[in-house]
């Protein structure tokens, strides 16, 4: 049996993977099943089970060229790409943190995308800390980081830690 699949991940719904959705093109021959073969006692239900795992290793394979590339500096190139798009939300949408920590917009935009792919790595877990830290504190005194009923738009307060 050939096999050829051509669909990112994302489009396979695992719960029914041998549904063809009209939007995937899957392409698969497959050739008649030998007859049982007496010697070893294979039949059908090892040649099929072997075909369906062929076609799954077929897809991940694919998949995972596609999203990681086939070669490393392709890797490298991808992941340098996705980190600028992620920096580039964060600058778009910056979020709400204490006072303590640095505006994001301290740095600009055009000088943080200068930095390598592992500064900004680095950058982007620190503002997740610094979210996860200052939703935390938030959480566990409520009614000191409250705004007022009256303007919901007001910035947070002081932060109490410094």
């Not at 086939?70 to 992620?86: D, P, Q, V, W």
């Not at 900004?120 to 935390?136: G, K």
């Amino acid at each position: 049996m050939s096999a050829r699949a051509i669909l990112p991940e994302h489009h396979i719904n695992h719960d029914r993977i041998y549904s063809v959705k009209p939007q995937l093109v899957v392409v698969v021959t497959v050739k008649a099943f030998p007859p049982k073969d007496s010697k070893c006692g294979r039949g059908w239900e090892f040649t099929s089970t072997k075909q369906i795992i062929q076609i799954g290793l077929l897809i991940w394979k694919w998949r995972n060229d596609f999203t990681h590339g086939k070669t490393l500096k392709e890797n490298i190139e991808k992941t340098h790409l996705a980190t600028l798009i992620k920096v580039q939300e964060v600058y778009n949408n910056p979020p709400s943190l204490l006072k303590r920590f640095p505006a994001v917009k301290e740095t600009l935009l055009s000088t943080r995308l200068q930095q390598d792919t592992h500064h900004l790595q680095a950058w982007l877990q620190i503002i997740d800390q610094q979210i996860m830290i200052t939703n935390s504190e938030c959480q566990q005194s409520p009614l000191h980081f409250q705004s007022s009923s009256r303007n919901n738009s007001l910035p947070l307060p002081p932060d109490p830690g410094g």
